[in-house]
């Protein structure tokens, strides 16, 4: 059965922990619609048509550690739309429409572990955007429009192991970008348009299994940095 519109205003099932409203025709939420639902731990709302997000409609979920929103037709969210889901571990924003991001939208996600905006619009990322998610392990930002990355926009997440920055349109690197990522074992950069690599740019990945540089346009490489990646016994693949 397909809903298109959540008729239900007030969910009376106080005790939900999970809400699966997937695979159907969503194209908008009422607001107040989960404001009864204080226990949920899960909320899927992927594989629907929505297109925009109320003010405030995740406000009373601050149990909530899922909240999957992928492949919907978002094209921006509201300011502190996920600000009071403090115990959310995973977000999925992935195959929306997002063109941009608002300043401080993940500040509060301080829990956070996965995070994937992969397949969006994205052309710049705000500076400071990923400060508080020092717990990430997680990150997608593949098949975006990115063309270049703000200094230091990974700085603070130490924790963070799989970075996808395949298919944006990168010509180059910030020097250091990936200094503090120390515990990275997978970095995808394929298909971008980078020319160069700043010197000493994988230095600090000694942890790096897998690194994907392929379908770029690198008419040299930065050889201390490989050099140090080999003598770790690390693997530098194509696929």
Do not use: W
């Not at 298919?167 to 950069?189: C, E, G, H, I, Y």
């Amino acid at each position: 059965m397909y809903f298109r519109y959540i008729l239900l205003l007030n969910f009376e099932v106080t005790k939900l922990t999970i809400l699966d409203l997937d695979q159907n025709q969503l194209k908008s939420l009422p607001s107040g619609v989960f404001d009864k639902l204080t226990q949920l731990t899960h909320l899927e709302l992927d594989q629907n048509q929505l297109k925009s997000l109320p003010r405030g409609v995740f406000d009373k979920l601050t149990q909530l550690t899922r909240l999957d929103l992928e492949q919907n037709q978002l094209k921006s969210l509201p300011r502190g739309v996920f600000d009071k889901l403090t115990q959310l571990t995973h977000l999925e924003l992935d195959n929306n429409q997002l063109k941009s991001l608002p300043s401080g939208v993940f500040d509060k996600l301080t829990q956070l572990t996965h995070l994937e905006l992969d397949n969006n619009q994205l052309k710049s990322l705000p500076r400071g955007v990923f400060d508080k998610l020092t717990k990430l392990t997680k990150l997608l930002l593949f098949r975006n429009k990115l063309q270049s990355l703000p200094s230091g926009v990974f700085d603070e997440l130490t924790q963070l192991a799989y970075l996808n920055l395949q298919q944006n349109k990168l010509q180059s690197l910030p020097n250091r970008v990936f200094d503090k990522l120390t515990k990275l074992t997978a970095l995808v950069l394929r298909n971008n348009q980078l020319k160069s690599l700043p010197s000493g740019v994988f230095d600090k990945l000694t942890r790096l299994t897998h690194l994907n540089l392929r379908t770029n346009q690198l008419k040299s490489l930065p050889v201390p940095s490989l050099v140090k990646i080999c003598t770790s016994s690390i693997a530098l693949i194509k696929s």
